[in-house]
């Protein structure tokens, strides 16, 4: 999680930096930033409809009973398709589209779905080893009888009735 993040606040802006200034000194200074405000505009735009459908197939699904996994994702991948549109920048702008576009996001969808499978995979293998964290179990007690030495009062509640003299 460490190297994502470094990648994340270090790496990506140093690369956004570089492609927009060769960019601009291919086209121009203002040409660069017009294609830049172009594509914001397209972006937003383009995730305000694939929002919207996002939704409505998630109230749909929700409707109809059915559990709504594929629209979740759908939903999930918007969000962040239109985060990474915020975000000044070619390199982010593409990653963006490519989650926010019907046509690509299937791919997108199916590289979450290989993703999750491996992360459960991995916690499922380290179920069955014990846990080197002190502390206590994390399953509760199962109900049953007390444990030998502990004080157990049997007793049963018939109402509650609030004490008329509270300040004794």
Do not use: C, N
């Not at 802006?13 to 601009?24: F, L, M, S």
């Not at 409809?49 to 197939?57: D, L, P, S």
Request: no cysteine; aromatic share 6%; glycine share 12%.
């Amino acid at each position: 999680m460490g190297a994502l993040l470094v990648v994340l606040f270090l790496i990506v802006p140093v690369v956004e930096i570089y492609v927009i200034v060769q960019v601009g000194q291919e086209i121009g200074a203002l040409p660069t930033v017009a294609l830049l405000l172009v594509e914001s505009a397209i972006g937003a735009w383009l995730v305000k409809r694939e929002g919207r459908r996002a939704w409505q197939a998630l109230r749909a699904a929700i409707g109809t009973g059915r559990m709504p996994s594929r629209e979740l994702v759908d939903g999930g991948l918007v969000l962040v398709g239109g985060t990474l549109l915020l975000t000044p920048g070619f390199v982010t702008d593409v990653f963006g589209f490519f989650l926010i576009l019907p046509v690509t996001r299937p791919l997108a969808r199916k590289a979450v779905a290989w993703f999750a499978a491996r992360r459960a995979a991995v916690a499922l293998r380290s179920v069955g080893t014990p846990s080197r964290r002190p502390g206590p179990s994390r399953s509760p007690r199962p109900p049953g009888p007390a444990r030998p030495g502990s004080r157990v009062i049997q007793g049963e509640v018939a109402r509650d009735v609030p004490d008329p003299d509270p300040g004794r």
